[in-house]
């Protein structure tokens, strides 16, 4: 137990490491994880360290699905709902049918069954991978909604495909009908489970006297509930979270208070982080014990050709679907309304280079029982596993590298962006300054006349709006930026010596250690608001 503990604590160092390494290299941190875990699979110290399946599926993946869901925008999604489901579900059945026939046709004893199931786990891209990479490109917000979405979806339509074709190889039997039927059901009821949990935690939330501490404990527990719940009934506890996540995240103003918002944003982050880092760095660990595996009986070199040839598969196959995609939609719209009735070439070109596969994929593999119901070992599961792992890290590390360049390449312009950010920012702003004034104008004339601190806001959202029209003339932003240059040096530096002074009055006997804390507190949040709200200011 307690050499685990060390080995653990060990990992962990390494990933902090490595991610401070990435940040500085400017490259996405699932990759560096995966490649530096390659060669700390050989260290004999770390070689004792295994991958449960049922820990990452129980452990890892609701929370991580859950921060997923969470971070997306209901609205953009909603809006790109169509081209989402068509590569959340056709998408990944068309992969997992190439798969399957490629691989059955290709790899001696591979049977049908068992080309769905490899079919089934390496089909689906990762949600995790490509929020963590597109975070470095810059690319449109409609790109960047598609990708996530889709990541999303497919995980929990792959996983029902896993589920038959792994059914069918341990029992021998497939029927097509039966298989179609619990199909829908699996991802209608995961669905359905996932909103009642989600309307029960939203009930607590909203009508419980909760505080900050138990709310961030209760957005841990949901996820959890909800996969459990979905899996204890066989249905797609993947698909629970996720809308789940999606229907309480886009009422989270309606039952968090802004101390649980604050609070549930860096706890989350923080975990996140760390449950990412010990997925990715985890796959670079367990690759050399699947290479050895495979080397026993001399099947490497064959495992390293039929590997390249599903990942190739998988690539030009996405592709493929990418811009059938786009014909589609085409024809489409001369029939329905779509959200883009002309897409081009620009993004399904770079949608097609974004299948990094990651955790649900290598979670899948893992979970392969080691025999059959009759006791004899599972047929190609060291074979299954090699090119799954080869997968990951083909994909994770050659297109994950290289999508900064097929971006630049393809310069892909932002339709949505038709009033420029700037401008927005400018327009939001003015609006939130016309408000407060009509507020205190209206309600608050008489307090504003007598009453020294209501008048300094009064002061602060005059000051702003000048600025803001003067702004709209076109010749005074230099001066803005200098004002809040100005602005935000003068807050720092107050904001610096209030906290020294608080370190001062906090060494006397009779200033109360926790009424010094929440000073603290409110100066963190006052320094956050100036840099969120000025950030592009600078």
């Not at 941190?29 to 449960?52: A, D, M, S």
């Not at 599926?57 to 989402?84: G, H, M, Q």
């Not at 979405?149 to 792959?158: H, I, P, Y």
């Not at 996820?223 to 899996?231: F, N, S």
């Amino acid at each position: 137990m307690h050499h685990a503990v060390i080995q653990y604590s060990c990992l962990l160092v390494i990933i902090l490491f490595v991610v401070m390494l990435a940040q500085k290299i400017k490259v996405a941190y699932p990759i560096l994880l995966v490649l530096v875990g390659l060669p700390l699979g050989f260290v004999p110290f770390l070689r004792g360290i295994q991958i449960e399946p049922d820990l990452i599926f129980v452990i890892f993946l609701p929370p991580l699905l859950y921060e997923a869901a969470w971070n997306t925008s209901w609205k953009d999604f909603w809006k790109w709902r169509r081209v989402i489901s068509s590569f959340a579900f056709p998408v990944v059945i068309l992969t997992s049918s190439a798969v399957a026939f490629v691989s059955a046709a290709l790899i001696p004893g591979f049977t049908l069954a068992a080309g769905f199931l490899l079919g089934g786990i390496v089909s689906p891209p990762d949600a995790v991978s490509a929020s963590a990479i597109l975070k470095h490109i810059k690319v449109p917000r409609r790109f960047v909604t598609i990708v996530e979405g889709e990541s999303l979806l497919n995980d929990a339509s792959s996983l029902v495909v896993f589920r038959f074709a792994l059914a069918a190889v341990l029992t021998g039997t497939f029927v097509f009908q039966n298989a179609a039927i619990n199909f829908v059901l699996v991802i209608v009821m995961g669905v359905g489970i996932g909103l009642a949990v989600a309307l029960v935690f939203y009930a607590i939330h909203r009508w419980l006297p909760t505080s900050a501490n138990t709310d961030v404990v209760l957005t841990f527990m949901s996820p959890y509930v909800m996969y459990i719940a979905a899996e204890s009934f066989h249905f797609s506890g993947v698909l629970a979270v996720v809308s789940g996540g999606l229907f309480l995240s886009a009422r989270r103003h309606l039952f968090l208070s802004y101390h649980s918002r604050i609070q549930s944003v860096s706890v989350w982050q923080a975990v996140s982080f760390v449950l990412n880092g010990f997925v990715f760095i985890l796959i670079g660990l367990a690759f050399p014990v699947v290479i050895k595996n495979l080397g026993a009986d001399g099947g490497l070199q064959s495992a390293i050709n039929y590997s390249l040839i599903i990942t190739g598969v998988l690539i030009i196959g996405r592709f493929i679907c990418t811009y059938a995609a786009v014909v589609i939609t085409m024809v489409m719209s001369k029939i329905i309304t779509v959200a883009d009735p002309n897409p081009g070439w620009r993004s399904p070109t770079v949608l097609g280079w974004t299948g990094m596969r990651g955790v649900v994929s290598l979670a899948a593999a893992l979970s392969i029982p080691l025999t059959l119901t009759n006791g004899a070992p599972f047929p190609n599961r060291d074979m299954i596993l090699f090119i799954t792992f080869s997968v990951i890290l083909v994909t994770l590390v050659l297109q994950g590298l290289t999508l900064p360049l097929v971006v630049k390449w393809v310069k892909m312009p932002d339709p949505d962006l038709t009033v420029p950010m700037e401008q927005q920012r400018q327009l939001v702003r003015k609006k939130l300054a016309h408000l407060s004034l009509s507020i205190l104008d209206e309600h608050y004339n008489d307090v504003c006349k007598n009453n020294g601190m209501v008048q300094s806001l009064v002061m602060r959202y005059n000051a702003e709006m000048k600025l803001l029209k003067d702004w709209d003339k076109g010749d005074n932003h230099a001066r803005e930026k200098f004002y809040y240059n100005d602005y935000l040096k003068i807050m720092a530096h107050l904001l610096k010596e209030q906290r020294k002074l608080l370190h001062a009055l906090n060494k006397k006997e009779e200033i109360s250690d926790e009424l010094v804390k929440h000073q603290f507190d409110l100066l963190d949040l006052e320094e956050e608001k100036l840099h969120q709200h000025f950030e592009h200011a600078e």
